[in-house]
């Protein structure tokens, strides 16, 4: 099993959709949880942190599941300009942290 | 605020040749440096990542080194190019070492190797 998993999508959305993407993660012991956002041919771009329960930013929500391992990000009323690739980080325990990616999850909203 | 910058944008090389890439941050000190590689329409992967000046962990086998010279400058090498070796390669960086620290990312250098 991979350390961190994600649905590849594409998710194919309509402007004003709300989506809703999640990432699963191996090792329990796994203490803190981002989401980027990456453009293409573009560095990823830190979205969220999810420290806890979770975390709201606007349109966009981040929730932390510790008993099923898993992250979920949610975002409403979709805009053109969320079209991108959506990362799931997991730092896994070790002797130092070490920030583990997904492959990605890419969404495009059309109009 | 903190920057971190790297170069060249883009970049061409023949097969056999060597390669350095630099990254540097300005704004912090004794940051966690990171040099990844992400592939085309592929994921990202860790190849190096650094604690301190002249500490260098690597994850995964290949013919590639880096290097921290300096506190915020970290070089990636190569004596000789592969085929295999193209990609896009990101720089970043952290503060401190526990868990709850985010990342943040260079603008990356796209490399060709023909």
């Known amino acids: 099993r991979k350390e961190v998993e994600q649905d590849p999508g594409p998710f194919n959305v309509p402007e004003g959709a709300t989506v809703a993407f999640n990432c699963t993660y191996s090792n329990s012991a796994s203490q803190s949880f981002f989401w980027y956002r990456q453009d293409c041919r573009k560095e990823p771009k830190l979205l969220m942190s999810v420290y806890s329960s979770g975390n709201e930013d606007g349109r966009f929500t981040a929730q932390l599941n510790r008993a099923s391992q898993y992250i979920s990000l949610l975002i409403r009323d979709s805009k053109l300009s969320d079209s991108a690739t959506y990362l799931c980080?997991?730092?896994?325990?070790?002797?130092?942290?070490?920030?583990?990616f997904g492959r990605g999850t890419s969404l495009i909203v059309h109009p | 605020s903190q920057t971190i910058h790297q170069w060249p944008a883009t970049l061409v090389q023949p097969v056999g040749s060597p390669l350095s890439l630099e990254c540097t941050v300005e704004?912090?000190?004794?940051?966690?440096l990171y040099w990844y590689r992400q592939a085309a329409g592929r994921g990202l992967q860790l190849l190096f990542y650094?604690?301190?000046?002249?500490?260098i962990s690597s994850e995964v086998p290949q013919n590639l080194s880096a290097s921290r010279p300096q506190d915020r400058q970290f070089i990636l090498s190569s004596k000789k190019l592969l085929l295999s070796d193209s990609g896009f390669y990101l720089c970043?960086?952290?503060?401190?070492?526990?868990?709850?620290?985010?990342?943040?990312f260079g603008p990356g250098t796209r490399l060709t190797v023909l």
């Open positions: 970043a960086w952290s503060s401190g070492q526990g868990p709850y620290n985010e990342q943040f």
């Open positions: 980080v997991v730092n896994i325990p070790g002797g130092s942290y070490i920030p583990t």
């Open positions: 704004g912090t000190s004794n940051p966690n």
């Open positions: 650094s604690v301190g000046i002249g500490q």
